[in-house]
């Protein structure tokens, strides 16, 4: 079981928002300011999508979104667009017994 | 062009070994904190371990004692070692990086596109 629980689908419309959560679980993890989202294709490599819980890396539209509140952070998806069904994993540094943990992923479904 | 590549991957049986190389380009891989990740059939994505400039290695509990992460800075290469291999470690394994301030906040923002591993007899 992670120590991030994500649901495991999403969908919205084209044009839509849609929120995606990112819950700790586990009494061995803070989210601190190091929630990172990951968007995977199928067959390519992940892409960062928000890292420090709501920075945008450089070409990320701004569309994508970052939040936290107490331990559950969220990634926003407004104005949905087809190329954005993908799955979604949050991930957090949990400090050096644990290191890197990623939620079980989330598929976002663009109807 | 930013870059990782990922190559080794493969059918092996239980209790055999596998050695993945990851080779960059595009950035000081030298200086590079670099870390394997897999991704497991159904399951999501698992920190393995990783590398420091200069060799020191830390690892997550499931595969700490099998697993060996080692790199080669003359070669921009890194390597993970993967030695009792069980079922459960069939997976598409990547290497991954940051850079500045996405290091900063503990994140990957340099990705590899992955090999396969399957453990089966």
């Known amino acids: 079981q992670s120590a991030l629980t994500q649901p495991p689908s999403a969908s919205g419309s084209p044009g839509q928002s849609v929120t995606i959560s990112c819950t700790v679980t586990s009494s061995d993890v803070s989210f601190y300011n190091y929630v990172s989202w990951y968007q995977h294709h199928p067959g390519k490599a992940p892409k960062l999508m928000i890292y420090?819980?709501?920075r945008r890396p450089s070409g990320v539209p701004d569309r994508f979104s970052g939040s936290k509140s107490g331990n559950t952070a969220s990634l926003t998806v407004s104005g949905l667009q087809a190329e954005d069904e993908a799955d979604y994993y949050c991930s957090s540094y949990a400090g050096s017994n644990n290191f890197w943990v990623f939620g079980g992923g989330t598929k976002l479904t663009v109807l | 062009e930013v870059q990782l590549v990922e190559s080794g991957g493969g059918l092996v049986k239980p209790g055999g070994s596998l050695r993945l190389s990851c080779a960059s380009s595009?950035?000081?891989?030298?200086?590079?904190?670099m870390s394997w990740v897999r991704q497991t059939p159904g399951k999501g994505l698992e920190w393995l371990g990783r590398?420091?400039?200069?060799?020191?290695?830390e690892y997550a509990a499931p595969v700490k004692g099998r697993f060996t992460i080692s790199r080669e800075d003359s070669y921009n290469t890194l390597y993970l070692q993967m030695n009792s291999l069980k079922t459960e470690d069939t997976a598409v394994y990547y290497c991954t990086t940051a850079r500045g301030v996405v290091a900063q906040a503990a994140s990957f923002d340099i990705w590899g596109q992955g090999t396969m591993v399957t453990v089966s007899s």
């Open positions: 595009g950035f000081p891989f030298s200086d590079g904190w």
């Open positions: 420090g819980v709501s």
């Open positions: 590398i420091r400039p200069g060799g020191a290695t």
